[in-house]
Structures are given as C-alpha cells and as structure tokens.
C-alpha cells in the first residue's frame, strides 16, 4: 500500500519530490529538535492519484485517519472536540512554490460547538469568536472560491455600525455577529451550509489544495516555468498554535542575515497579539525585531539561538516564521530565503569565510542574471529624489529623459539629440520606430509579458510598465500621477526598470562599480565588499570552466573593451559595418559593374580599407584568435530604400529632368529586391554568386595578418563562411580562400597556413548534414540566432514586435527563442551538428555566436553538448565566465 501521509518526525529536507518545500522543512526542522508544531503531511504522490482518478484514493483516508489519531493522542484532545478543541491548519506546499496555488485554511475543526470550548480553554470570547469567523472566512474564499469581497464589506459594515475602522474594536459580540453573516454568506453563494463536521472541513480543505494544482494561473506559470504538470502538491496539516491570544502572544518573521545587503544581524518583524495573516496584510505596524527582546527576553533568545542553528545547518540565509503563544515559542516554516543579487553574492563569500562552505558551493549560489543585475548602472537616489509611483521593473537600467507620448515625437525629438521616454498606456508594434528612439519606456497597463515589457527586453531598453497609478492621456499629453502631480510633455522623468520606480526630475545615475571593477578602473582590493566577493567568484569560475569565453566585436574599442572584461578572443567579428558609410559608394559600383574591371576596381577600392580594419582589430586582439565572418547580409542593405529612390526617379521623370545615374541605380535596386531577404542572397550565396567578393575580404584578413606578423605582432584570425546549407557551397569558398593565402603568403613572404577556415551552422540543412560539411571546416560556429529563425520559421526581426506577446500568455514559451535556447528544438539540431561534425573530426572546434551564447540558461546547454566556447557581446564576458564556471561545477 502506498504510504501517502508522513509525519513531521518520518521526513527530511531532501524530500522535496514528494513532500513539497513547506513539508520538507517542517520535517527537517523536527528533526533538529526545534519547537514545530506536530502535523502531518500528504504526499506529492497523494495528490497525483486524486488528480488523475478525480477522487481521493481510499487509502489516503484511512492514513488521514490513522494520522489524525497520532496528532490527537499527542495533545489529548480530538479535531473539533466540543469542550476542548484541536484546532489544525491545512497549507499547500509544491515542490516550487507556484502563484496559484491556494494556500492556507486555519483554525479547521472550529464549529458552532467548539467555538464555545475554545472560548473557554483559552478564557477569551473574542479570541474564540474571531478565530471562528477566520475560519469561514479563509475556507469561504479558498475553498468554497466566494469571492472574498462579500465578507470583507461584511466586516466593513459591521465596523461602520460600531463606529470604528479598527478590526480590534470589533468585541466577542460583534464577531458573533459576522460568524452568522458569514455563514449566510456561504449559504446563499453554494446553495449549502458551512460543514459542521470537523473531519468535512479537513478533507474538503485538502481537496481544495490538491484542485488548485490545476487553477488557471498555476497551470499558466508551469507552462511558462515548464514545470512539469504531474509533479503535484503536498499539503500539510499542521496542529495551530495561536499569537492572537492575548499580549504574551505574537507572530512574526525573520532572517538569518539581511536578504537586502547580506549583512549579518538581526532582521525581522514581530506584531504582538496577531496571527500571521495580519503581518501580511499590514493591518498594524509591526515592531522590528529587537523589540521582542524588551517584550520576551527568554523567546528572544530562544529564537535567535534557533537562527542561528538553522543557518549553521542550511548553510545558507534562511527565512523563518514564527509564532509565540503565551510565551511560548514554535516555529511555523524555514526555506532558504530569497535575497537581492549583492547580498547573494556577499553572502556566498561570506560562508566560504565562515567555512560553511567550500568556493564550489559558493559560485553555484549565485547566477549569471544577477550579475547582469550588479552590472547595470543605478540612479544615486541620496538626494532624495521625489518617487512618483511604482511600477513593474520590465527590463533593467536607468533611463533619463523627456516626457513624451508618441512613437513619432519620440523619433523627431531623439533626432534633436534629446533624451526621452515615451509614455504609452501599452505599446503596440506601431510604437517600435519610438521605442528604439527612446531612453526608455513607460507604460501604465500590462505586466511583465506585455508588448513593450517584450520588445524593451529584446532591446535591451530600460523599460517600466504597468505604473497603473498614473492616468496617462496621449491626447492632451499629461499624466496625472498620485498626489495631485500633472506631468506634462517635455518635462524630465528618471525611471528605474530595475525596481520599477518612476522619479520626477533628473536623477544622477551612478555607473556600477562592478562593471568598473571588470573593465580594470578599480582593483578588487579597492572595492567594497561586493566588488571583492564578485572578484573572488567569477576568478573561482574562471578556474573551474572549461569553455573559453569569447566575444562579438567588430571594432578596435568593442575588442579592446571585450578582452579587459575577459574575453578570450573574438568569436563573431561581423564585418558589414566595412561596407557602410563612405564605403557604400563602391559596393554601388560594384553592384552597377557591368565588367569584371569595373567589379575589380570597385573590390580594389574596398580591400585596403578593410585591411586597416583588421589591422586594428587584429592588433587590439593580439595573441587571441579573432574569427572574421565574410560578408552575410543581403546587398540591398547597402544601397539607397527602393521606394525612396522609386520616388525620386518618378519626380524628376515628372519634372522632365533626367534622373541621370538613379535611373540605372533603381534598376539594380530593383533587381536586387526580394520578397524574403532574411532567405535570399546571403550569406555564402553572394561569394558563391558574386565573384571576387569573399576573395576581397580573405586578401585583406591575408594582409593585415602579413603585416602584424611582420611587425612582430601575434594574429590568430579565422575566416568564417556564414549560412553555409550544403558542403560544396563551402568547398567552393574554401578552395578559393587557400588560393589567397597561398599567394598572399608567396607575395609577402610570411606562412599564413595557420589560418584556418570555418563555416556558421545557422540553417536546419547544414546542421543534419554537418557530418559532410565537417570535412571541408576546420570549425564549426553555431549561429543560433539564424537557427532558430529557420528552425521555427519565425522572422527574427518581427515576431517580438508582431505576436510573441499572445505566445508568452499563452504559455507556448516562457521566454523568447531568440533569448534563451530552445532546448527540444533548436538545441537538438546543435547537438547533432556537434556530434556529427565531431564524428568526422574528432578535434573540430565549436562554438557559438548568437545572442545565446551570453544567456545563462543556454551556456548550461552548450557546456554539455561539448562545445569548446560561447561568444556573447562584450558586456556579456563576465555573465558567460560565471555561467560557464558554475556549469562546469
Ligand atoms: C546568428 O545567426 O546567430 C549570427 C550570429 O549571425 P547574425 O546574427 O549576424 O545573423
Ligand atoms: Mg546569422
């Protein structure tokens, strides 16, 4: 017979699976010794039979039974006895723990009866009374799912009547009152009557939490999270004890060290006479935890002894709730406490130094996204800023700018060089040309999953949403926000996407010491305490890795700054920025030659300009390899917009001019026009189609080497050949690049058969057939950006923008493709690539060049499938140094 109820003394911490966080802790903590109220909890598996047969297995009620039995010989008493009452709590408590979820029924076993007994035990009407009206309240909502508004007006109207807006002013008689309101509440809402039946209310409560598994907002979180759907909850049935039972009595919480800065101390709440709801709700100020010391010295110093066991055997922050009946002690919960992302990283150095802790422990207790978060810069709010309002912090940094209201005035002013943010009830993909023209982002409606909380997040733009405190009017261009304050276009806002809080007026923004301590400005022995517990870490990762980081750069400052924050050489140099700017002129004469002089003299011209670019780079990057990408993007990238020269052509014909050169130009334009660039001609299909174009590009990458050599400098290029399908494409380019470096190395006398020559993986085609397209690559670059383009069929540059907002609420992805690895897809088509290519060459080289290869949740992936690095982008280094360490931990 399955055993589907433990009690606290049969389980341990480590029973997650099956007992939930709460179950788990609550059974450790008994364990220990500590004062935990005796309970029971019902198992993960309990739940999963009642969810797949809608009905609770028989067994389940027998070992309630028996259980029941046990918990009530411990106290002499029985659940809901008329003159003497056990009262018991009924908690849910998943594996995770899951927005949803229904959580919490007290004082089961209360009834028209034993409230009359408890009232006498505990020589306190009101208390009784109380208590009894908390029970159907909480059970009313919770498990009944009447909405909770009927009783709070209820209780509304009962303090309107006595006068007072105090729930305390509410007498044993008043209370009595609202227990048979309430009850007919619950009449006229389900059509039946409170259960009387103490042994009714249990199980309808443990039914309650076992459906809540599937209400819509935790199903919608699993999807998201991709927890998955069978795990199911424990729910834990616990004897109550009460801190509402007079002045002797409380409840509060509190931490081991503070989750704000990590520091070691003693930090909490505590409210006199109260039950743990009331803390929560903020009815009454608590009092900070050193009170307690004046109130209960032998509680207190029971308590912080506890806390100081508990962290010793966590090893770890803990946060604990705790209740004092009549001065006496129990503990309610532990778990390992949340914190912010510098008290974690302190605290993890912290424990090292207590010996808690070895420096492997301590790296896998903090992540890569909170080291983004220590990296953004932070508005210096010591000058007491006005905070207006708060909002959702959608995507970090802090923004400065001017108010305004639409996309079009955000572009007209941005191109007046002024700061702004755009302020929008919600964005639409409308707003996108305003949004890229912003600071940042303001909306008042929509959460974290709205179309601009997306599209900021795509963009890496500062971003707050949803501030549904202000009233924001595109028309007449004001927002009113809380306390009377008018905003008008035009006027400064600083808004903070990393806390959600929206300031008046300009804010200074203070730039992050631990960017400055990556980028060598500041020693770590110069630094506070967090820079030095981030040095200590991310050497201790960089120790550990075995993936090399590198990095996307494409100019001599991104390359230099890139390697001061650890990049080990480039991994992506893009190299269509050599074709911008003046230089377009001779892609326009190349693409207009009508010989191969004319396309010859239009490649001369460019070749040497693109050497001096390497010889930069090159230079900037000495001693590290710099893997050089051949042209990618579609030719029409460089010439003038089709309807703009159409127009232009078509108003000088009107005006009987000669539209001269244009003419010539829209023909090519058009010719060069497709309906779908991002499949066209690209990639490895212009150096196949275009002749001497990629062989331009490996002469001057040729050169520029030659020369560094001979200048005693130390080049390691790469030549890579993007959006390669099929390996004669790449044979074709590779044989026409070794006959460059032969005779650039016959020219200038220098050996350059040290360069190798690669291909991206970007397109589903070369990553099954990457076994035949080994033989011709000396690496492999997985262009995971392309590849989940082409692997999902999404056009990168328009589904944030277009519908990846109903995608998201739906559920269909917790977070976008193109930011975090899809694993079952595109990763598949990454890991047989690596193990096909890796069957033909044994030592080929692999790495990754999209946006994924700085994402933390992705370098986890690319570190099993064995790739030998990630390139990110320079600000990325040191988020990819930490991940890579802790996911060779
Ligand atoms: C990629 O496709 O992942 C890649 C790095 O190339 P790009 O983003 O330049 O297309
Ligand atoms: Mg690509």
Not at 55 to 83: I, R
Not at 165 to 181: C, I, N, P, Q, S
Not at 647 to 663: I, T
Not at 803 to 811: P, R
Request: net charge negative.
């Amino acid at each position: 017979m399955p055993k589907f109820v433990y009690d606290f003394t049969e389980g341990n911490r480590d029973q997650k699976d099956l007992l939930g966080g709460k179950g788990a802790n609550l059974a450790e903590m008994t364990n220990l010794g500590l004062p935990v109220p005796p309970g029971f909890t019902i198992t993960t598996e309990a739940c999963q039979a009642y969810l797949a047969s809608g009905s609770a297995p028989a067994e389940l009620s027998e070992q309630v039974t028996e259980k029941l039995a046990w918990l009530e010989g411990q106290f002499g008493k029985q659940l809901g006895q008329a003159d003497d009452p056990l009262l018991v709590s009924v908690r849910s408590g998943a594996k995770f723990s899951m927005p949803g979820m229904m959580e919490t029924v007290l004082n089961i076993g209360l009834n028209d009866s034993s409230v009359a007994g408890l009232a006498k035990q505990s020589s306190n009407d009101r208390f009784a009374w109380d208590s009894y009206r908390r029970l159907l309240q909480m059970f009313g909502k919770t498990v009944l799912h009447i909405d909770g508004e009927h009783f709070e007006d209820a209780i509304d109207a009962a303090k309107k009547a006595k006068g007072t807006t105090a729930d305390l002013d509410l007498d044993a008689e008043d209370l009595r009152g609202l227990v048979d309101t309430f009850k007919a509440i619950i009449l006229r809402e389900t059509g039946k009557e409170f259960p009387q039946d103490p042994r009714a209310q249990l199980d309808a409560a443990v039914e309650a939490v076992f459906n809540s598994w599937n209400a819509p907002r935790a199903i919608l979180y699993r999807r998201q999270e991709r927890i998955p759907a069978d795990l199911g909850t424990a729910v834990n049935v616990q004897s109550m004890v009460f801190g509402n039972l007079g002045m002797d009595s409380g409840t509060g919480v509190c931490f081991t060290r503070d989750p704000g800065s990590g520091a070691q101390g003693l930090y909490g709440d505590y409210l006199s006479n109260a039950q743990g709801e009331d803390v929560v709700a903020g009815i009454r100020n608590t009092l900070p935890l050193q009170d307690l010391e004046k109130l209960d010295k032998p509680s207190f110093d029971r308590l912080l002894e506890i806390m100081t066991q508990l962290e010793n055997h966590y090893r770890d922050l803990c946060d604990i709730e705790f209740t004092i009946e009549r001065g006496k002690l129990w503990m309610l919960q532990t778990r390992v406490g949340k914190r912010t992302a510098g008290a974690a990283f302190r605290i993890a150095t912290q424990l090292v130094d207590q010996g808690l802790i070895d420096l492997d422990e301590a790296l896998q207790r903090v992540t890569g996204d909170q080291l983004t978060q220590l990296m953004f810069p932070k508005f210096d709010t010591s000058g007491k800023p006005q905070q207006i309002t708060k909002g959702m912090n959608a995507s970090p940094g802090a923004a400065v700018g001017k108010v305004v209201f639409s996309s079009d005035d955000a572009v007209a002013w941005a191109e007046r060089g002024e700061a702004v943010i755009l302020v929008r009830r919600e964005t639409n993909p409308d707003d996108l040309s305003g949004m890229i023209a912003a600071a940042g982002i303001l909306t008042s409606r929509g959460g974290k999953t709205s179309h601009a909380a997306v599209v900021a997040r795509g963009m890496g733009k500062t971003c707050v949403c949803g501030a549904e405190e202000l009233d924001v009017d595109t028309r007449a261009k004001t927002i009113q926000a809380p306390g009377g304050i008018t905003i008008r276009e035009g006027d400064v806002v600083s808004i903070d996407g990393s806390s959600g809080a929206v300031y008046l007026g300009e804010v200074p923004v203070q730039p992050s010491p631990v960017v400055q301590y990556f980028e060598g400005q500041l020693a770590a022995e110069d630094g506070d305490d967090l820079v030095k517990a981030v040095h200590r870490l991310i050497t201790h990762a960089d120790a550990t890795r075995t993936l090399k980081v590198r990095t996307n750069a494409d100019t001599p400052e991104d390359s230099a700054r890139a390697r001061r924050m650890g990049a080990e050489g480039i991994g992506l140099c893009r190299t269509e920025h050599m074709f911008l700017g003046d230089r377009a002129q001779h892609v326009e004469k190349l693409i207009l030659a009508n010989s191969d002089a004319e396309r010859k003299a239009a490649l001369d011209a460019l070749e040497p300009l693109q050497k001096q670019d390497f010889l930069e780079i090159f230079e900037a990057m000495d001693g590290l390899p710099v893997t050089v990408r051949l042209i990618d993007p579609p030719l029409h990238e460089f010439l003038p917009n089709l309807t703009d020269l159409a127009v232009k052509v078509a108003v000088a014909e009107a005006k009987g001019e000669d539209p001269g050169h244009d003419r010539e130009l829209l023909a090519a334009v058009n010719r060069l026009h497709e309906a779908n660039p991002m499949l066209g001609l690209r990639g490895v299909r212009l150096g196949v189609v275009i002749p001497g174009l990629f062989g331009m590009q490996v002469r001057a990458i040729a050169e520029a080497a030659a020369e560094r050599k001979k200048a005693g400098g130390d080049p390691l290029p790469e030549i890579m050949i993007p959006l390669v399908g099929a390996v004669q494409e790449l044979e074709l380019m590779r044989e026409e690049s070794e006959n460059i470096l032969t005779s650039v190395a016959a020219e200038t006398g220098v050996d350059l058969s040290f360069i190798p020559i690669g291909t991206m993986i970007e397109l589903p085609r070369a990553a099954v057939t990457a076994g035949q397209i080994a033989e011709a690559a000396d690496f492999f670059s997985f262009g995971t950006n392309d590849l989940t383009q082409t692997t999902w069929g999404f056009s990168r540059d328009d589904v944030e923008a277009a519908f990846f907002t109903q995608y998201l609420e739906k559920g269909i992805f917790g977070v976008s493709p193109f930011e975090s690895l899809d694993r079952e897809g595109v990763g598949r088509l990454v890991s047989i690539a690596s193990t096909e290519g890796r069957g033909t060459k044994p030592d080929l080289k692999l790495g990754v060049c999209g946006e994924h290869g700085g994402d933390p949740e992705s370098i986890h992936f690319f570190h099993g499938v064995g790739l030998n690095y990630v390139s990110c982008s320079p600000f990325r280094v040191p988020v990819a140094r930490l991940e890579a360490g802790r996911a060779a931990g």
